[in-house]
């Protein structure tokens, strides 16, 4: 495993600003960044930025990073209906890596099964989503629980980038 690479995923309609930021601020740190989405190709923001992905999401790659970021917007309402990202995540969290979701990512954490009995944070309108799954929903703008790091909006961003930065550091 490459201790520093780090996978953060795209799909259609991402919120713009949780995937440049993260994206960026990960290769400020050093980390190799790829971009996974359930095709290769290129991805419209919310806003209109276009993105590119650089690897098929496949389950079987969970081995190769040591985190996994998920933006928002409507993405995760995408990354929910794909397997493979789900399954991915699943993985992730199992082997003990960092899952990170900023805004409605928790979406994503949800259909991986991974959110029972955990605090979250999200946006504020997925907030019975989150408690419907069997998690504490506690608004904080960033939240940490064992390896998922949560936060609410691009607000939250430079709190939850530093924590996860730093505990990237620690682990690594």
Same mark, same amino acid.
């Given at each position: 495993?490459?201790?520093?690479?780090?996978?953060?995923?795209?799909?259609?309609?991402?919120?713009?600003?949780?995937?440049?930021?993260?994206?960026?601020? +990960?290769?400020?740190?050093?980390?190799?960044?790829?971009?996974?989405? $359930?095709?290769?190709?290129?991805?419209?923001?919310?806003?209109?930025? +276009?993105?590119? &992905? &650089?690897?098929?999401?496949?389950?079987?790659?969970?081995?190769?990073?040591?985190?996994?970021?998920?933006?928002?917007?409507? !993405? $995760?309402?995408?990354?929910?209906?794909?397997?493979?990202?789900?399954?991915?995540?699943?993985?992730?969290?199992?082997?003990? /890596?960092?899952?990170?979701?900023?805004?409605?990512?928790?979406?994503?954490?949800?259909?991986?099964?991974?959110? /029972?009995?955990?605090?979250?944070?999200?946006?504020? &309108?997925?907030?019975?989503?989150?408690? @419907?799954?069997?998690?504490?929903?506690?608004? /904080?703008?960033?939240?940490?629980?064992? @390896?998922?790091?949560?936060?609410?909006? $691009?607000? !939250?961003? $430079?709190?939850?980038?530093?924590?996860?930065?730093?505990?990237?550091?620690?682990?690594?």
């Amino acid at each position: 495993m490459d201790s520093k690479k780090v996978a953060v995923l795209l799909e259609e309609f991402v919120e713009d600003v949780e995937f440049i930021y993260p994206f960026y601020r +990960l290769k400020e740190e050093g980390y190799v960044v790829d971009v996974l989405a $359930p095709r290769i190709g290129e991805f419209k923001g919310k806003k209109g930025l +276009l993105f590119h &992905s &650089s690897h098929r999401v496949d389950p079987e790659m969970a081995d190769q990073y040591i985190c996994v970021f998920i933006p928002g917007g409507y !993405a $995760p309402d995408r990354f929910r209906r794909d397997k493979e990202t789900i399954e991915f995540i699943r993985q992730m969290y199992a082997k003990g /890596k960092i899952v990170a979701a900023i805004c409605h990512g928790p979406w994503a954490l949800i259909s991986a099964g991974i959110v /029972k009995g955990k605090r979250i944070t999200g946006f504020f &309108s997925i907030k019975d989503d989150i408690q @419907n799954a069997g998690a504490i929903y506690t608004g /904080k703008p960033v939240e940490i629980d064992g @390896n998922i790091i949560t936060a609410t909006d $691009p607000k !939250a961003m $430079p709190e939850m980038m530093k924590i996860l930065t730093s505990i990237l550091r620690e682990k690594g």
